[in-house]
């Protein structure tokens, strides 16, 4: 793993990580420790799509993030999606301990692989968990295991006809009045049968988890960027841009 640091253009700080091979491979691990002091602001991305290549030994490979926010500190972690290619096998762990009056905002997404190629929901095992924890209290914690042994990539009643799920979570005072009107306007929105892309929010103690499932990984994209742009004040700039 590397770390990019380009030139900050507002009044945070940004970073994006990055690996020879845009992804892992078998037995490969990566860890990122990050923590930010009182009052910092930072985003952190990806450079693309993390793949998680083929595995015929059945070795997983894995990811963890454990990150600390100081008072009044605000976290952006944005990476792009997940991209498990077929027989491939990939856990990650993300832990957050957010002082009292920090801020935090994750996105967390993953999609079906290679859909092009006739991978869709081909991999072998994928495991996620988020654990968020604010002024020492747990109050968001997310895990999913999807297990072709389950028989998941061909029930319509599990990924239907998705190819990309994500998770957006916002929790924190600073980012309370983004979080409001999230809810407010999602909650407001109809669902069409047989949609194209779906978008459902829900709130949390001091905060929002938005959850969005699309046909392709794009709509996906430029759904969360609608939906975050009341974070970009925040940053000084808006990363999502010239994203999607």
């Not at 997983?60 to 991209?83: I, K, M, N, Y």
């Amino acid at each position: 793993m590397k770390l990019l640091v380009p030139r900050p253009r507002g009044v945070s700080a940004w970073a994006f990580t990055s690996s020879f091979g845009g992804g892992l491979v078998a037995g490969d691990r990566t860890e990122l420790h990050l923590e930010l002091g009182a009052s910092a602001r930072a985003f952190i991305g990806t450079q693309a799509s993390t793949k998680i290549y083929r595995n015929p030994a059945q070795r997983p490979c894995s990811h963890r993030t454990e990150v600390s926010l100081g008072a009044g500190a605000v976290l952006v972690l944005a990476p792009d999606p997940v991209q498990a290619f077929a027989e491939s096998m990939y856990v990650q762990r993300q832990v957050f301990r957010l002082a009292a009056d920090a801020g935090l905002v994750l996105v967390d997404w993953f999609g079906a692989g290679r859909v092009a190629r006739g991978e869709r929901w081909g991999f072998t095992r994928l495991e996620n968990r988020n654990e968020v924890f604010l002024g020492g209290q747990r109050v968001f914690l997310d895990s999913l295991l999807l297990d072709s042994g389950a028989g998941f990539a061909v029930s319509a009643h599990q990924v239907g006809r998705f190819n990309c799920f994500a998770t957006c979570l916002l929790v924190g005072q600073p980012v309370a009045s983004v979080a409001v009107a999230i809810l407010a306007a999602v909650g407001g929105r109809p669902v069409e049968r047989g949609a194209s892309l779906i978008t459902s929010a829900s709130p949390v103690a001091g905060g929002v988890v938005v959850r969005i499932a699309g046909e392709s990984t794009e709509p996906v994209g430029r759904e969360l960027g609608r939906h975050l742009q009341g974070v970009v004040p925040l940053l000084g700039d808006d990363p999502w841009a010239r994203k999607w």
